[in-house]
């Protein structure tokens, strides 16, 4: 990692509670335009040093190893390190696809009037499935038929920033956890 690397990542790391601070005092903020040009350099910085990380593989490497606490300090823990992070790859691929289904699949139930019965049925299932690459509104189901929404699932409840947010912290966690679970068995074995 070069010098401007370390010294635009401290920078970075100075300035999150700076960009809080601002945020929370946002209405108290005399300048406007000095708190909105800080934050927009503050965006930029972290944008950079984002692709710097996905381009640099010591930048990398000395980034995340603190980021997630890896310690690899002989040979053995770094083959423990290479069974963590496949056990975090599978299990982080296997949420990842139930997040796919949840996201693609639609269900509703509901009743509807007794004139729009279908064979004198007012009971309703409604499957659906939607797989877009970019952004669409659901195709709302006609307001004009549903006399009784029971059930409807359209899309996950939460938002796209707070999956990524909880894949992060599920990919450091369980790194960790499994890194002293393998860590536990292996001195055990070693005992025996």
């Known amino acids: 990692m070069n010098k401007s690397d370390y010294i635009l990542g ?23 335009f000095i708190c909105g040009f800080l934050f927009a350099l503050w965006i930029l910085l972290a944008i ?5 990380l996905i381009i ?14 890896i ?18 790859f599978l299990t982080s691929l296997a949420i990842l696809l139930l997040l796919f289904c ?7 139930i509901y009743r509807t009037s ?24 659901s195709a709302p ?9 029971i059930f409807s699932y359209t899309q996950l409840p939460i938002s796209a920033t707070a999956i990524i947010l909880i894949m992060i ?9 499994s890194m002293r679970k393998l860590l536990k068995i292996n001195d055990e074995n070693i005992e025996k």
């Open 10 to 32: 401290k920078v970075f790391m100075l300035g999150v509670p700076l960009i809080i601070l601002m945020a929370v005092m946002g209405n108290f903020c005399k300048n406007n």
């Open 48 to 52: 950079y040093l984002s692709i710097r």
């Open 56 to 69: 640099s593989e010591s930048f990398r490497e000395t980034v995340l190893v603190k980021l997630t606490f």
């Open 71 to 88: 310690k690899e300090r002989d040979e053995r823990e770094v083959l423990l390190t290479g069974k963590a992070t496949k056990t975090v």
């Open 102 to 108: 949840l996201s693609c699949f639609q269900i509703s």
């Open 114 to 137: 007794p004139e729009k019965a279908i064979n004198g049925k007012t009971g309703v299932v409604s499957l659906g499935f939607n797989f877009s690459l970019l952004p669409v509104s």
């Open 141 to 149: 189901i006609d307001n004009s038929v549903i006399q009784k929404n």
């Open 169 to 177: 912290l599920w990919q450091i966690v369980f790194y960790n956890y």
